[in-house]
């Protein structure tokens, strides 16, 4: 392989470098100041000063490989203003932006700010104003990314700061508390139309919250209580006590000389107190 230039218009071509190998070389890349390419089947990188009277090539990179797929090309950060330095051509200094170099204020602030605005520090680096809700080095941190949970919408007040709309069923400052969390005793919670918590509640219980329990204290003087077909509290009552809750004291026969049950009909399941 070998290098060459020419003058624009095709002329005065000169050999700068010939390689001492026949492998194939690929992906040339100019910068101000060296030529670089590859060496494709080795996968080489090598290294040749453009202004060095020597011209002695220097391999910067290789990898001990076979395989085609680790061929990469080769580029340069080379500007335009670098690239017609000394050139007097007026269809290249055309490509300049403004026909002039950039300000340094514009390529360093250009795109780096991404919610504020950017300014030049003492040491030439940008440097970012953010708006308000926003923060980070390039104020690319949103104070409000993730911060409301389960659907909350998130804003910020008067005085910069967070702020929750929570949607149905949750509260919290960060919407993260269900209006359900243990709000029903004995059954399953469910938001009302309303926007608060109803609950519908397990056989032997009621109340808004379905803590009172059917059989609490219904069956008196030690009878067991439990729930009759109908789901209504029924007692069986203990020896010489009788009456729908075992209130009446009768020592197993009342004044007529007849039993009194002890237990109620219809009587299904257990239910404890």
Same mark, same amino acid.
């Given at each position: ?17 010939? !390689?001492?190998?026949?492998? =194939? ?85 250009? @795109? ?19 708006? !308000? ?11 409000? =990314?993730?911060? #409301? ?7 910020? @007040? ?7 709309? #929570? ?33 519908? #509640? ?12 059917? #059989? ?22 203990? !020896? ?34």
């Amino acid at each position: 392989m070998s290098i060459e230039s020419a003058n624009f218009n095709g002329k005065n071509q000169t050999t700068i470098y010939v !390689a001492k190998t026949t492998s =194939h070389a690929s992906s040339l890349a100019v910068s101000k100041d060296y030529f670089y390419w590859q060496i494709y089947n080795e996968v080489e990188t090598w290294q040749l000063p453009k202004n060095s009277s020597e011209h002695v090539a220097r391999k910067l990179y290789s990898t001990p490989s076979l395989s085609d797929y680790d061929y990469h090309r080769v580029a340069t950060n080379y500007t335009i203003q670098e690239q017609i330095e000394g050139i007097q051509c007026e269809a290249l200094q055309k490509l300049i932006p403004n026909n002039s170099k950039l300000e340094p204020t514009a390529s360093v602030c250009q @795109n780096y700010c991404l919610e504020g605005n950017c300014s030049v520090n003492a040491e030439g680096g940008p440097t970012c104003s953010c708006k !308000a809700g926003y923060s980070g080095e390039r104020c690319e941190v949103n104070a409000c =990314h993730d911060y #409301c949970l389960h659907g909350g919408v998130c804003s910020l @007040n008067e005085e910069n700061k967070r702020v929750c709309q #929570c949607t149905a069923g949750y509260d919290g400052e960060r919407c993260d508390i269900s209006i359900c969390n243990e709000y029903c005793v004995q059954g399953n919670c469910s938001v009302g139309a309303d926007g608060l918590p109803k609950c519908s #509640c397990t056989t032997g219980y009621s109340g808004e919250r379905c803590e009172e329990n059917a #059989c609490h204290k219904h069956c008196l003087n030690g009878g067991v209580c439990s729930l009759n077909e109908e789901d209504e509290p029924a007692c069986q009552c203990t !020896a010489g006590y009788g009456g729908r809750r075992c209130e009446v004291f009768a020592n197993k026969e009342n004044s007529c000389g007849q039993r009194l049950p002890s237990v109620l009909p219809k009587q299904r399941r257990l239910f404890p107190e």
